[in-house]
């Protein structure tokens, strides 16, 4: 806790007077551009991860990255979904998974879970994507089962953000834009989901000629 308390304060006396600007305009207001739904997972940084500068994403996080299909009673992800969509206007929607996801393991092993009565009821809404896994690579290795599992659920998240309504309706007039993506702690890697072939790539071919990646970036990626 002490280089916690330590990093605060060195965040006021050291870093913030050379943003000041950016911080004087975020006291004022915020426009993200973007709602990032990721994994409370300690490991993951958005900002980190996407090089952007705080007032850029709306971060919403919880255990497996998940989005509950729509239902008229009062959540924290629909609350936040919902206000991101309809006040702050934003026009892409990423859920980020991550592979060697704790949470998705559990939602393999839910005989683990006993004690935890709150997690087994949150990760029944991961339930259809744990049913793709043992029907269709059940001779799978373990290992393989839950990387595969942790892409399967970011599919099934997105599929679930869609029965929302306000999501629905700007998919209908092409307002907004749904992105899955996986993140690899070791190596930094990101791949994106391909509808297509229902799969995940390299966000730098996914993107590739597309209007998010401007010409002078996607010249200095390499696959």
């Not at 892409?92 to 683990?112: E, F, N, R, T």
């Not at 595969?148 to 998240?157: A, F, G, P, S, T």
Request: hydrophobic share 40%; glycine share 6%.
């Amino acid at each position: 806790m002490k280089h916690v308390i330590e990093g605060t304060l060195k965040f006021r006396r050291e870093v913030l007077p050379k943003l000041s600007e950016l911080f004087d305009r975020l006291a004022i207001s915020q426009s993200p551009e973007v709602l990032f739904i990721t994994c409370s997972d300690s490991r993951i940084d958005p900002n980190l991860i996407t090089q952007t500068n705080p007032g850029e994403l709306f971060i919403c996080r919880n255990a497996g990255n998940i989005v509950p299909p729509h239902q008229y009673h009062a959540g924290g992800m629909t609350a936040s979904i919902e206000y991101a969509v309809q006040a702050l206007q934003v026009k892409d929607v990423i859920i980020c998974g991550h592979y060697g996801c704790g949470a998705m393991g559990a939602a393999m092993d839910i005989d683990s879970l006993k004690d935890f009565p709150h997690v087994l009821d949150w990760l029944v809404h991961s339930r259809a994507a744990v049913s793709v896994i043992d029907h269709k690579y059940k001779e799978s290795d373990p290992q393989e089962r839950l990387d595969l599992l942790c892409e399967r659920n970011v599919v099934l998240q997105m599929q679930h953000l869609a029965t929302h309504p306000y999501i629905a309706a700007r998919l209908a007039t092409n307002e907004i834009e749904l992105h899955g993506w996986i993140y690899d702690v070791g190596s930094g890697m990101v791949k994106a989901y391909n509808s297509p072939s229902d799969s995940f790539i390299p966000v730098e071919e996914h993107y590739e000629g597309s209007h998010h990646m401007a010409d002078d970036v996607t010249s200095g990626v390499t696959a």
